[in-house]
């Protein structure tokens, strides 16, 4: 019995141990996942893509990294110029138009005009127009203002220590407990997998809703000049400083979650409650997933641009 018993203890012990190398490499992983990804000194991985997709100007941006890539910023100054500025004269010609005639009916039906309305009026014309030409590049200048805060934001709170320390997993635990450490630790892996992922998808739709209200600018700054139409004008310059200030926000919400996520791996490797900090772990996890998610939204919010 006792040869019985030494080789059911072996096996008993040969199993924790490789539940518990199974839960400490797969931690590991997780934390050299996040390591990796969103070190900005890197121009591969996630943090790569901060670089491109939130420190660039929309002037330079190529979504390639490619020395020599064509910019978007081109395509869409070509399409902008030549397809939505004479749709924007027109708009621009029936509100001044309209304006000049509240203008002069505002004053007794033509009764008793001033005439200073027809000089105000003209500069307001000319100043529109020069506006309007120039929208793009105007509002392409709104974004350095954004580029620089997030510059600044993502070499403060990322970079090559934004996830740092050591990962070890208790010993002392049984197979039935170890094994569920294992599955949870796996579900955090995909929960970060999946984490990247949505970072990758926002940033890259941020990107396209830029230049999509780029492209459009003409014609909402055509509707600023009056008085009854410039809300749209208003509500548009109010989302581009939204989509402007978002990538600031994504990068305080990383430096946030790594900070928590790194003092809960510290908690667990220090022998805190194992499920306890697994399910911290992946709850920072999926929190931070709808943050990201939600990152335009709160922008928006806080500019109120809807």
Not at 79 to 104: E, K, S, T, W, Y
Request: aromatic fraction near 10%; hydrophobic fraction near 55%; glycine fraction near 10%.
């Amino acid at each position: 019995m006792g040869v019985v018993s030494d080789f059911v203890d072996g096996i008993e012990s040969a199993v924790k141990d490789f539940l518990n190398d199974a839960v400490t490499q797969t931690l590991k992983t997780t934390f050299e996942l996040l390591q990796g990804g969103l070190d900005t000194s890197k121009a591969d991985g996630i943090g790569g893509m901060f670089q491109q997709f939130l420190s660039v100007h929309p002037a330079t941006f190529t979504g390639g990294g490619s020395t020599g890539a064509t910019a978007i910023w081109t395509t869409i100054e070509k399409v902008c110029n030549d397809a939505v500025v004479p749709v924007a004269g027109m708009v621009f010609a029936i509100v001044v138009i309209n304006d000049l005639m509240q203008m002069v009916m505002s004053n007794n039906n033509f009764k008793d005009i001033d005439d200073s309305i027809f000089v105000r009026w003209i500069l307001k014309v000319v100043c529109g127009v020069l506006l309007i030409s120039n929208t793009y590049y105007i509002a392409s200048g709104f974004f350095a203002f954004g580029t620089k805060a997030t510059a600044t934001a993502m070499t403060t709170l990322l970079g090559t220590n934004a996830f740092s320390g050591n990962i070890s997993v208790a010993s002392d635990y049984g197979i039935g407990m170890l094994i569920v450490l294992l599955l949870l630790s796996l579900i955090i892996l995909v929960g970060v997998f999946v984490m990247l992922a949505v970072i990758v998808v926002v940033l890259a739709s941020r990107m396209i809703e830029i230049f999509m209200y780029l492209g459009i600018s003409p014609l909402p700054m055509a509707t600023m000049m009056g008085g009854q139409w410039s809300e749209v004008g208003k509500n548009w310059f109010r989302g581009l400083v939204a989509l402007a200030f978002q990538g600031l926000f994504i990068i305080l919400a990383l430096g946030i979650f790594s900070t928590m996520f790194t003092n809960a791996l510290a908690k667990l490797s220090s022998g805190g409650s194992a499920i306890m900090q697994m399910a911290i772990l992946l709850g920072y996890t999926l929190a931070l997933i709808f943050t990201i998610l939600r990152s335009g939204a709160i922008s928006k919010s806080i500019f109120n641009a809807h």
